[in-house]
T-cell receptor
Framework: TQLLEQSPQFLSIQEGENLTVYCNSS?????LQWYRQEPGEGPVLLVT?????EVKKLKRLTFQFGDARKDSSLHITAAQPGDTGLYLC???????????FGKGITLSVRP | NAGVMQNPRHLVRRRGQEARLRCSPM?????VYWYRQLPEEGLKFMVY????????ESGMPKERFSAEFPKEGPSILRIQQVVRGDSAAYFC????????????FGPGTRLLVL
């Protein structure tokens, strides 16, 4: 079973601060995805990374896939209250479409 | 282009009743995935279906749970004789193809078993 560990589990910060959260595994993934989920809604895809060492930017969000394709990080610059939500990472081991999800990181950004 | 649709959004059942959860994939998508999300846990894969075929049901409980994706109509996740432990949010996702294709999630069905 491939497990994805996300850390920290909970994070509460002030608006304007920067933060980095992590998604780690002992297994290699062909691709890794980050989702954001708001209460009462389904996960919304933020980014997919497929190449070891890849860095993708989405406005104030920067995603990095580890060189060994076992881990990923999400960095948010100048966090805003609208960034509040549950951030999930999910990995696909290969051509098999079954996604393995981490438990998520609950982020709260205070105004 | 409408997204993945799920209904009902909320479902309350008493122990022993049946629950039917429906999922209409995005237009042009023929691959459907069902996931379950329990409090304090991540999303857990249940089953992967393509039109009229179950491709991977390795995450489905052995009893009481079944899924189908008929040629016409939505995909159905059926839970017979529900128990309190079945209370969870059930999400459906769809994709155009398999492999590394992006999965788009619906808003989920919150099942509460009394």
């Amino acid at each position: 079973t491939q497990l994805l560990e996300q850390s920290p589990q909970f994070l509460s910060i002030q608006e304007g601060e920067n933060l980095t959260v992590y998604c780690n595994s002992s297994s290699v993934f062909s691709s890794l995805q980050w989702y954001r989920q708001e209460p009462g809604e389904g996960p919304v895809l933020l980014v997919t990374v497929v190449t070891g060492g890849e860095v993708k930017k989405l406005k104030r969000l920067t995603f990095q896939f580890g060189d060994a394709r076992k881990d990923s990080s999400l960095h948010i610059t100048a966090a805003q209250p609208g960034d509040t939500g549950l951030y999930l990472c999910a990995g696909a081991p290969g051509a098999n479409s079954k996604l393995t999800f981490g438990k998520g990181i609950t982020l709260s950004v205070r105004p | 282009n409408a997204g993945v649709m799920q209904n009902p959004r909320h479902l309350v059942r008493r122990r022993g009743q049946e629950a039917r959860l429906r999922c209409s994939p995005m237009k042009g998508h023929s691959h459907v995935y069902w996931y379950r999300q329990l409090p304090e846990e991540g999303l857990k894969f249940m089953v992967y279906l393509q039109k009229e075929n179950i491709i991977d049901e390795s995450g489905m409980p052995k009893e009481r749970f079944s899924a189908e994706f008929p040629k016409e109509g939505p995909s159905i996740l059926r839970i017979q004789q529900v128990v309190r432990g079945d209370s969870a949010a059930y999400f459906c996702a769809s994709s155009r193809n398999r492999g590394l294709e992006t999965q788009y999630f619906g808003p989920g069905t919150r099942l509460l078993v009394l």
